[in-house]
């Protein structure tokens, strides 16, 4: 667990990897988010990392909005379509306040200025709240770029950010959440995947296994019913072995095509 005296912004980024605070992990979407949304959201916090819980405007040139050697956000009107996602968006987080449990509903940016031309400079702020949120931080996720953009839903990365969040906590090894929660906090949309064998099927369990087959850590989850009716989820989660971190990694370094049958095989 982190002293208190530990605070989130002392830690640094690397090329390969990208720090997100722990408020902004468990987040409730109260605006609907892409999974290029969330990317694009996790290189914006990246490159103003040095200076971000400062009053301050940053900047990220357009083409490092994208994967390495794709041209993917370069499609005409696709990182305005993004961008204005983001612009729009809400979040609800859970904070403290006066001693108390609070939640806090904040937008995710200040404001954005884009060049109109296909590649130049980004330019955006955070909200004040949202600064102060992560200048109070002491927990974070640390983010492998590489695995980021290797995830192909928002369910999956929503899940890859938890685990990093709580993969290094040293006495905790699972956390249960209802439902409804883990709904949430995956981006599942109220009106989308009802009943639960839907979300099961094709939001937690395809997650779970893209994940156990590209991250670091290992990740299972157990349904606790009360008679039929699955009432809780508890998540848990583990330091991979060599072996299995080699696995990950060369799933990494593979092809798309075929992963998903390629990863269900190794995990059978």
Do not use: C
Not at 36 to 61: P, S
Not at 225 to 237: F, M, N
């Amino acid at each position: 667990m982190a002293e208190d005296s530990f605070k989130t912004i002392s830690t640094k980024t690397t090329h390969n990897t990208l720090i997100k605070p722990g408020e902004l992990v468990d987040v409730v979407e109260l605006t609907p988010l892409q999974l290029t949304d969330r990317r694009t959201y996790n290189l914006m916090l990246g490159a103003a990392w040095d200076k971000i819980d400062e009053d301050v405007e940053h900047v990220i040139r357009k083409r490092d909005l994208r994967p390495s050697g794709s041209r993917d956000i370069a499609v005409p009107g696709r990182l305005d379509s993004t961008i204005g996602r983001l612009m729009g968006a809400r979040v609800r987080v859970k904070i403290e306040r006066d001693g108390e449990p609070y939640t806090l509903t904040m937008p995710l940016l200040e404001m954005v200025a884009e060049p109109v031309r296909a590649d130049g400079n980004v330019y955006y702020r955070f909200p004040r709240e949202l600064r102060k949120l992560i200048s109070d931080s002491s927990i974070f996720a640390r983010l492998q770029k590489d695995v980021m953009f290797a995830l192909s839903s928002k369910y999956a990365l929503a899940l890859y950010e938890m685990l990093q969040k709580r993969g290094n906590l040293r006495y905790k090894t699972q956390e249960t959440f209802t439902v409804e929660e883990l709904r949430e906090l995956l981006g599942v949309r109220p009106d989308k995947l009802q009943p639960y064998k839907n979300f099961k099927s094709r939001a937690l369990k395809t997650a779970v296994d893209e994940v156990n087959g590209l991250a670091s850590y290992g990740i299972t989850f157990r349904e606790n019913k009360v008679g039929k009716t699955v009432e809780t989820i508890t998540l848990g989660w583990w330091q991979k072995s060599e072996d299995e971190l080699k696995l990950a990694y060369n799933e990494l370094q593979s092809s798309k095509v075929g992963r998903r049958v390629r990863i269900k095989e190794k995990q059978q």
